[in-house]
T-cell receptor, first 116, second 110 residues
Framework: DTGVSQNPRHKITKRGQNVTFRCDPISEHNRLYWYRQTLGQGPEFLTY????????KSRLLSDRFSAERPKGSFSTLEIQRTEQGDSAMYLC??????????????FGNGTRLTVT | GIQVEQSPPDLILQEGANSTLRCNFSDSVNNLQWFHQNPWGQLINLFYIPSGTKQNGRLSATTVATERYSLLYISSSQTTDSGVYFCAVGSTGANSKLTFGKGITLSVRP
């Protein structure tokens, strides 16, 4: 168990560019979540997957944001036409859903995005 | 949506002291978790505790779901306990989104 892995750790981009982040969850975990955290705030939910199915999306997730989990393993989060307001830490988390019972969420180290 | 309030917002302790961190929530929950975010930003899951009491070393947590609050106890604090403590709750379905509080910033001084 190597934990949740996120890449890259840091990304600096110019406004208007597209960026893509990757998350590799804990191998046996079937649920994968994306959160966003800004300075001084708690993480805010963006979206989550059960295996490859995207089951819920926050209203925070504008049309410029898209997430995929094509084979139910790793996930990518893409932001198109980045804006300065997208600057934040993007966190991925995973958990094991067994018979619809909740379980602890495990977070990766995050990808810090800076849009200049 | 569900509201999560944590108190106090900031806490400064001398090493060795005990502390109690509180989390109030506005609706029934079936999921409540406590996290510690260390100074390097890593979020560590401390407890999954939608009800009852759990202990893990110097840390323990109690959730009284009927009264909509949870408490995190830290005993014999150490400088490595410094960081931000988040309470997160879920009220619909199993493992759907968790709503986080704003966190409690703890500083433990040697």
């Amino acid at each position: 168990d190597t934990g949740v892995s996120q890449n890259p750790r840091h990304k600096i981009t110019k406004r208007g560019q597209n960026v893509t982040f990757r998350c590799d969850p804990i191998s046996e975990h079937n649920r994968l979540y994306w959160y966003r955290q800004t300075l001084g705030q708690g993480p805010e939910f963006l979206t989550y997957f059960q295996n490859e199915a995207q089951l819920e999306k926050s209203r925070l997730l504008s049309d410029r944001f898209s997430a995929e989990r094509p084979k139910g393993s790793f996930s990518t989060l893409e932001i198109q036409r980045t804006e300065q307001g997208d600057s934040a830490m993007y966190l991925c988390a995973s958990s094991l859903d067994v018979a619809a019972h909740n379980s602890p969420l495990h977070f990766g180290n995050g990808t810090r995005l800076t849009v200049t | 949506g569900i509201q999560v309030e944590q108190s106090p917002p900031d806490l400064i302790l001398q090493e060795g002291a005990n502390s109690t961190l509180r989390c109030n929530f506005s609706d029934s929950v079936n999921n409540l978790q406590w996290f510690h975010q260390n100074p390097w930003g890593q979020l560590i899951n401390l407890f999954y505790i939608p009800s009852g009491t759990k202990q893990n070393g110097r840390l323990s947590a109690t959730t009284v779901a009927t009264e909509r609050y949870s408490l995190l106890y830290i005993s014999s604090s150490q400088t490595t306990d410094s960081g931000v403590y988040f309470c997160a709750v879920g009220s619909t379905g199993a493992n759907s989104k968790l709503t986080f509080g704003k966190g409690i910033t703890l500083s433990v001084r040697p």
